[in-house]
């Protein structure tokens, strides 16, 4: 299995741009999630989903939208990037959906700089 | 609301001591707790959980952690520090409304000096 993994790894936008980061896993879990990852703040959840066609908030939504056609994809989309948008991402699955007590497989992350 | 604290920015340890850690938490209910590590360039691992039972959780790379209900901690611990365990440490706890979803901590950066 390949895990939980994420493209690009490094990306450069300009302000207003937009642009979409990949997420894909192979072991068939339903929950996905986006985190994103700054310095003194820890890991902040973006969006999640529980199952296919099946997505939410978290905590800081906003800038950020989401869809989930299939079990194994997660895309996160940026429709206007803006500079507080330069963080790390991650991507993050686990095999059920409720308990709250699954571990989480994150991917390697995406570095993102919006100029 | 719930909550995670990491009161140490960095900790220092030389290779061969024990280390600590530190985590507190703020929960409404039951916690489920976490820790993960991730190292430079990399994504998060996961480290060890407490759910229920015991509270002396073993996890991977000889790491342990205490659960300490009446101090509301979480704190992580090993016998005998690594160099290669260098890395940053974050301490999660589940957030309320169910599913799978994390607050973490801000996350405490370990250097284990030879």
């Known amino acids: 299995n390949a895990g939980v993994t994420q493209t690009p790894k490094f990306q450069v936008l300009k302000t207003g741009q937009s642009m979409t980061l990949q997420c894909a896993q192979d072991?068939?879990?339903?929950?996905m999630s986006w985190y994103r990852q700054d310095p003194g703040m820890g890991l902040r959840l973006i969006h999640y989903s529980v199952g296919a066609g099946i997505t939410d908030q978290g905590e800081v939504p906003n800038g950020y939208n989401v869809s989930r056609s299939t079990t194994e994809d997660f895309p996160l989309r940026l429709l206007s990037a803006a500079p507080s948008q330069t963080s790390v991402y991650f991507c993050?699955?686990?095999?059920?959906?409720?308990?709250?007590?699954?571990?989480?497989?994150f991917g390697p992350g995406t570095r993102l700089l919006v100029l | 609301a719930q909550s995670v604290a990491q009161p140490e920015d960095q900790v220092n340890v030389a290779e061969g001591n024990p280390l600590t850690v530190k985590c507190t938490y703020s929960?409404?209910?039951?916690?489920?707790l976490f820790w993960y590590v991730q190292y430079p360039n990399r994504g998060l691992q996961f480290l060890l959980k407490y759910i229920t039972g015991d509270n002396l959780v073993k996890g991977s790379y000889g790491f342990e952690a205490e659960f300490n209900k009446s101090q509301t901690s979480f704190h992580l611990k090993k016998p005998s520090a690594l160099v290669s365990d260098s890395a940053l440490y974050f301490c999660?706890?589940?957030?309320?409304?169910?599913?799978?979803?994390?607050?973490f901590g801000a996350g405490t950066r370990l250097a284990v000096h030879p």
């Open positions: 993050a699955s686990s095999y059920s959906v409720s308990g709250g007590w699954e571990t989480q497989y």
């Open positions: 999660a706890v589940r957030a309320p409304g169910g599913y799978n979803k994390l607050i």
């Open positions: 929960v409404s209910g039951n916690p489920y």
């Open positions: 072991m068939n879990h339903e929950y």
